[in-house]
């Protein structure tokens, strides 16, 4: 359902959610929606924020603050 909403759209950016699941469909909706893409959900630790950034994310979205100024 959530690749299909995304066809014909003008957004500019998308969050994936659940990071761990995001992770595992990016490639999927890189074939269809060439915005940026943004994983979010349960990101608490510099790995998880690793993990995306090797998967190919343009950035994450956290509430644990001790991360906002993360920059590797």
């Given at each position: ?7 014909g ?24 929606f ?28 956290t509430s ?9």
């Amino acid at each position: 359902m959530a690749l299909r909403s995304l066809k014909g759209v003008n957004f500019t950016a998308v969050e994936l959610r659940p990071y761990s699941h995001a992770v595992e469909f990016l490639p999927m909706f890189k074939e269809i929606f060439t915005g940026k893409f943004f994983a979010g959900g349960f990101i608490n630790s510099e790995e998880r924020i690793k993990i995306c950034q090797k998967a190919g994310f343009d950035g994450v979205m956290t509430s644990t603050k001790k991360l906002w100024s993360y920059i590797e």
